[in-house]
């Protein structure tokens, strides 16, 4: 039985670039797990594994590593900082107790890392703050302390103190111990000094060192109480409060560093020890009603000796095979047990069970509450089901992921490789949920739907490379929607008479826009025997069934409300069949009557660009029918942030570039549907015309 309040299960998440990826290099260096460190900029990283990920120097896949530190185990899972892949950060989220936010020391809080702190936020994960790169140029570690109160609105606990800047920048003093840690010029982790703080600094570290003992005692009245007589707290104390404060998101304490000249790691790891949870701290994971979604107010609690509760928050494959990554939030799994899928009610078998360590792995035979384990081969798991014990079923609270907003028609090169595209698609999509395929009925063509462009550029390079399909890839197609601006009154009668019993069915209906995101909702006031309530169904389903094709382009409908009030039937000759019919012929009938009209994806744009350009970046958004927002002056640029429709975005990062001389940084998330002005919805009806001739 393994000791939970050694165990610590963390994340380190960050905007692109800011050091993540070496952050974990540096912990898996000093932890033992890694005897050569491996560079980002060379492509040899540790975690970085997939071959797009080494060669665009960018995580794409979160991984998840174990390793060692103070006789505490740490989970660490890397996540991605690009904004098509946030599906990544917000399911590594999920099943992490806590996290290491890392900030760039020049960039300081970026577009990006706005989105994954917000992310946390929803997710309640205790953060520690990393403010990494303070050996680059222009890096200033207290002004990425402002930005993380006056942006994020957090607030920072600060915790040590930079001892020199830039490229004088050679150690930090610790706040607590009055302790200055300095790192020699070898650039090796383990080569520093503990020295008394220097001269010109010991003003300061008094300073801040009464801010952080402030803010910790406010967790413990008692001691704040004594604080105020002028009773100072003992180490001890303060660690206890600063470590309940963490644990209840009060504040997060803040370090400093470089991870890539191996400074001020070694604190961060105490930090994570000292301060973020252990599994058991943390609430534990509501469960749902597998029918409706909805808590039950159960919970699964963190113990070994309760039936198994476990996620599946991942799916990867490798040069291994299938691998599925598992919290186990409750009980203990064997290998050679079998398990219930409560998603698909099927039962499974626990074959091989690995601990990973990135790329390498060590066989298990048993894994326990707390632990993240990946199991090797299962069938039917995906994403976000929930596995449990065979006696005793229940449901984790599932993942929720977001809609893709763009698509591109691929076809394979050659004729034998629609059935290779196929194989490896599916493993695609299974390790993806943010990812889609369908296969459009009249061209035949296989249609990819992602995040972004970036997204699906790289889910192309992936069958090529690694599954070895050669794709023909179309212009990028965004995702438009149709919907109606009038309220309609209509009727529609379907009548067939041949031979033998005929058809019958008479419908009278309102249709009506419903309210944003209300989707179809039907609903019948017919009163008396006019439309018998066996047949509601039947007309429910043709009208609903007629939803994902609309009358203008054949692009799905959203927000239409339909009310029945009256109809006809005939004693023989009326059939669920028939009224089915007939709703169909009727929403045919209705839609261009009820004012249809075409909706476009509005993207929410993140732009950061240095202030001698915002007014050509801001120009350029307006020609992308963009409407701006907010804008923010920082000391490093400006940020916009703008509505822009999704098919004005293509080709936005090159066009940026060329304007910033390469400084500027853009990320966007959908945001909601709008209406389309009148020349682009003719274009695009046109185009939907061209494309069924």
Same mark, same amino acid.
């Given at each position: ?208 060192? $009464? ?151 060590? =066989?298990?035979? =048993? ?108 212009? *990028? ?59 509601? *169904? ?22 239409? =409300? ?106 966007? $998330? ?11 919805? =003719? ?11």
């Amino acid at each position: 039985m393994a000791d939970l309040s050694k165990y610590r299960n963390i994340g380190i998440f960050a905007h692109v670039d800011a050091g993540k990826t070496t952050t974990t290099e540096r912990i898996l260096k000093l932890t033992g797990q890694i005897h050569k460190t491996g560079e980002v900029h060379d492509g040899e990283s540790t975690t970085d594994f997939m071959e797009q990920e080494a060669e665009r120097g960018i995580t794409i896949q979160s991984a998840a590593v174990s390793c060692f530190w103070n006789n505490h185990r740490l989970n660490v899972i890397d996540t991605p900082g690009h904004v098509d892949f946030t599906v990544e950060v917000y399911r590594s989220l999920k099943v992490l107790d806590g996290g290491i936010g890392v900030f760039c020391g020049s960039g300081g809080v970026e577009p990006q890392s706005e989105t994954n702190w917000r992310y946390a936020n929803e997710s309640e994960v205790s953060r520690l703050i990393f403010v990494n790169k303070l050996d680059r140029m222009g890096a200033d570690f207290f002004n990425v302390v402002d930005q993380v109160k006056n942006v994020l609105g957090a607030t920072p606990l600060v915790m040590v103190l930079p001892i020199g800047r830039e490229d004088d920048f050679v150690g930090v003093v610790d706040l607590l111990s009055r302790k200055a840690y300095v790192w020699d010029e070898t650039g090796l982790p383990e080569n520093y000094e503990i020295k008394d703080v220097p001269a010109d600094m010991v003003d300061d570290v008094e300073a801040y060192r $009464e801010e952080l003992i402030e803010t910790a005692v406010e967790q413990d009245d008692d001691l704040m109480e004594a604080y105020m007589e002028g009773e100072e707290p003992s180490i001890e104390d303060i660690k206890r409060c600063i470590r309940k404060g963490t644990r209840d998101i009060a504040f997060f304490p803040t370090y400093c560093g470089s991870a890539f000249k191996n400074k001020g790691m070694q604190l961060i790891l105490d930090a994570v020890v000292d301060y973020l949870p252990a599994p058991t701290e943390v609430d534990p994971q509501p469960l749902t009603d597998p029918e409706t979604g909805e808590p039950t107010g159960e919970v699964a609690t963190v113990s070994a000796d309760e039936p198994l509760k476990a996620l599946a928050f991942k799916i990867m494959d490798d040069r291994f095979g299938a691998l599925t990554f598992i919290r186990i939030y409750s009980g203990r799994m064997k290998k050679g047990d079998t398990i219930l899928n409560s998603a698909t009610g099927k039962t499974e078998r626990i074959g091989r069970m690995v601990e990973m360590q990135a790329d390498d792995r060590n =066989e298990l035979t =048993e894994a326990q509450a707390g632990d993240i384990i990946a199991v090797v081969g299962m069938k039917n798991v995906q994403t976000g089901h929930t596995l449990c014990d065979v006696k005793h079923e229940c449901t984790l609270e599932p993942m929720i992921f977001p809609e893709p907003v763009i698509s591109i028609a691929v076809t394979p090169k050659d004729k034998g490789g629609s059935e290779k595209m196929g194989i490896a698609i599916g493993k695609m999509v299974a390790e993806d949920p943010s990812f889609q395929v369908e296969t459009d009925e009249d061209s035949g063509e296989t249609i990819l739907k992602g995040m972004g462009e970036l997204h699906l550029d790289i889910k192309v390079d992936i069958l090529k490379r690694t599954y070895g399909v050669d794709l023909i890839v179309g212009q *990028p197609q965004v995702a438009y929607r149709e919907t109606i601006t009038q309220a309609i009154e209509d009727s529609y009668t379907h009548k067939k008479q041949s031979g033998g019993s005929g058809q019958f069915g008479k419908i009278d209906y309102r249709i009506k826009p419903g309210e944003p995101n209300s989707g179809f909702t039907f609903s019948s006031t017919v009163v008396g025997g006019n439309v018998p309530k066996e047949f509601w *169904p039947a007309i429910e389903k043709g009208f609903a069934g007629m939803m994902d094709t609309g009358v203008l382009a054949g692009f799905p409908v959203l927000d239409v =409300e339909v009310e029945l009030f009256d109809g006809g039937f005939h004693a023989v000759d009326s059939s669920a069949v028939a009224f089915e019919i007939a709703a169909k012929g009727a929403f045919r009938q209705s839609m261009p009557k009820a004012g249809a009209q075409l909706l476009e994806p509005i993207m929410h744009v993140d732009v950061f660009t240095p202030e001698d350009h915002v007014g050509d970046v801001i120009g350029d958004l307006n020609r992308r029918r963009g409407m701006i927002k907010d804008q923010q002056a920082g000391t490093t640029g400006v940020r916009i942030k703008a509505d822009v429709p999704l098919s004005e975005m293509f080709g936005y990062i090159g066009t940026l570039r060329t304007m910033t001389s390469g400084r500027g940084q853009f990320s966007m $998330e959908f945001s909601h549907y709008a209406p389309c002005p009148a020349n682009v919805a =003719e274009a695009v009806i046109e185009a939907a015309k061209e494309e069924k001739k």
